[in-house]
C-alpha cells in the first residue's frame, strides 16, 4: 500500500515513517523542511534497509498535491505536516491558520478528489481545552483551545468530520497525542528544534549535553504532590507504532466513519520526576530554577488510553526511564541535532 506522509523529517514524522516502512507499507513523504532536515531521510534507510519517496514542497501548493495524487496511487494520508508551537501561534496567528487550517483544506480537497480511503491526523490532547476532567475520554466533547495552535487543530478535526459524513469512503482517525518524547533506539533519529526549544525534554536534554546553562522548571507551586505541572509523556516510538496500527484499523473498517483515540500511557508524570529520573538514568546532571508559571499550562492532565487499547490493540510499551534513555542517546550522538539548525 502507498502511504503519502505529510510532514515526514519531523520528529514524528520520521519516526512514523520508520514503522511504516517496517511494516511493509510503501511512503511517499511530503515536506517542505520548515521545521525539519532532509538528512532524516538517510537515517531512516540506514535504520530500515528501505528508501522513502521524498518530494519537497508544501501542503499549501494545490498544483503540487494534484501532481502527486495523479503520479502515485495514494492508498492512505497520515498526516503530520503543520507548525506546532503555541507561543508562536499567539504571535503569529494568521501564520498558523493559513499554514494548519488552509494546508490541511488544501490536502483534504486533493485527497477527496483522489478518492483517498484512509486520512489519520495529528491531533493533540490540546482539543479537551481546560475544562475536562482528567483522565481525557475521547466521549468528552472538543473544549475551548486559548491559543491559535490548539484551536487549529480543533478546527481541522472538524472539517474531517464534516468531509467524513460527506463523501463516501472517506474513513478518517483522528489521533489525540499526549506528550510525545524520547528518540529512535538506533539514536540515529530525533527531536530537532529549532532555536531555543519550547518543549520540556529536548531542552533537559539540551542543558545535559552543556548547550544551555539550566532549565527553568515554570512553576513550583501547582497543587501537584511536588508542585509541578504534570504530564501524560510517551515514548515517540509507541506513538509512531500506534499511527500504524490506526491505519491497519481504518483499512479492515473500511466504514467511511470518524474515528478518535487517545494515544497516551495513562500516566502522569511530573516535572521534577522527569528531571530527577533523566538525572538517575543517565548520570548527568540538569541544574534548574522553579521560575513563574508559563502562561496557558494546565496544571495537569493524562490519557484514558483504553480506547485505543481496545480499538486498536494498541498500548504504550515503553518505561519513563526508556524514553529518557534514548533521548539522551540521540541528544549525546547527535549535539547539534541533524545538524542545520
Ligand atoms: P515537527 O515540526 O517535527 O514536524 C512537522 C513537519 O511538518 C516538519 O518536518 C515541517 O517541516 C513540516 N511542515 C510544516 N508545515 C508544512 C507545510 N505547510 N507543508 C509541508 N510540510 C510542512 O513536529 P512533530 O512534533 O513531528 O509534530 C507532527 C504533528 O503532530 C504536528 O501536526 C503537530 O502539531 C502534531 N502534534 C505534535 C505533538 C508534539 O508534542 N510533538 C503533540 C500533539 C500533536
Ligand atoms: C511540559 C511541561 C511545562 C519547558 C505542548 C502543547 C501541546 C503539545 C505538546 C504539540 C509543562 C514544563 C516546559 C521548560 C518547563 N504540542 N516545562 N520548562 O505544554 O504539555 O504541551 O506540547 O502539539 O499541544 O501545548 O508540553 O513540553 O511544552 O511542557 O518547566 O523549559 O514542562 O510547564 O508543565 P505541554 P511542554
Known amino acids: 500500500m502507498n502511504i503519502l506522509v505529510t510532514g515526514g ?38 535504520i530500515t534497509h528501505k528508501t522513502v519517496e521524498f518530494i519537497e514542497g508544501d ?37 498558523y491558520f493559513d499554514n494548519n487550517v488552509t494546508g490541511s ?26 475544562e475536562a476532567p482528567v483522565p481525557y475520554q475521547e466521549t468528552m466533547p472538543l473544549g475551548t483551545a486559548s491559543n ?71 512553576g513550583g507551586d501547582y497543587p501537584t504532590p511536588d508542585g509541578t505541572c504534570i504530564r501524560d509523556y510517551l515514548h515517540v516510538v509507541d506513538l509512531a507504532k500506534g499511527h500504524v496500527k490506526a491505519l491497519q484499523a481504518s483499512v479492515r473498517q473500511q466504514d467511511g466513519q470518524v474515528h478518535i483515540y487517545n494515544l497516551g500511557t495513562g500516566r502522569g508524570i511530573s516535572v521534577k520526576e522527569i528531571v530527577e529520573t533523566f538525572e538517575n538514568v543517565t548520570a548527568k546532571a540538569v541544574p534548574y530554577t522553579v521560575a513563574p508559571r508559563r502562561v496557558g499550562d494546565l496544571t495537569a492532565f493524562w490519557a484514558d488510553p483504553s480506547k485505543a487499547q481496545q480499538g486498536l490493540d494498541w498500548q504504550a510499551e515503553h518505561t519513563l526511564e526508556d524514553m529518557l534513555k534514548d533521548a539522551w542517546r540521540w541528544q549525546e550522538n547527535n549535539p547539534e541535532g541533524y545538524g542545520e539548525n
Open 148 to 218: 491559535p495552535y490548539g484551536q487549529s487543530k480543533i478546527m481541522v478535526e472538524q472539517i474531517l468530520s464534516s468531509t467524513s459524513a460527506a463523501v463516501n469512503n472517506f474513513t478518517v482517525t483522528l489521533l489525540r497525542y499526549f506528550n510525545p518524547i524520547g528518540a529512535h533506539c538506533s539514536g540515529l533519529i530525533g527531536e530537532d528544534p529549532k532555536g531555543i526549544p519550547n518543549n520540556l525534554l529536548p531542552f533537559v536534554t539540551q542543558v545535559a549535553v552543556g548547550k544551555r546553562a539550566q532549565l527553568s522548571i515554570f
Open 59 to 95: 501542503i499549501r501548493d494545490k498544483a503540487l498535491l494534484k501532481k502527486i495524487f495523479a503520479n502515485y496511487h495514494i492508498d492512505g494520508i497520515i498526516h503530520f505536516a503543520g507548525l506546532k508551537a503555541v507561543g508562536e501561534s499567539a504571535e503569529k496567528p494568521l501564520e
Open 9 to 46: 523529517a519531523g520528529y514524528i514524522g520520521s519516526h512514523t515513517i520508520v514503522e511504516l516502512l517496517n511494516a511493509g507499507y510503501t511512503v511517499i513523504a511530503l515536506d517542505n523542511l520548515v521545521n525539519s532536515s532532509r538528512k532524516a531521510f538517510e537515517r531512516i534507510a540506514h
Open 105 to 130: 483544506l488544501c490536502l483534504i480537497k486533493a485527497a477527496v478528489a483522489a478518492h483517498v480511503p484512509h486520512f489519520v491526523f495529528s491531533s493533540s490532547a490540546t482539543v479537551y481545552g481546560p
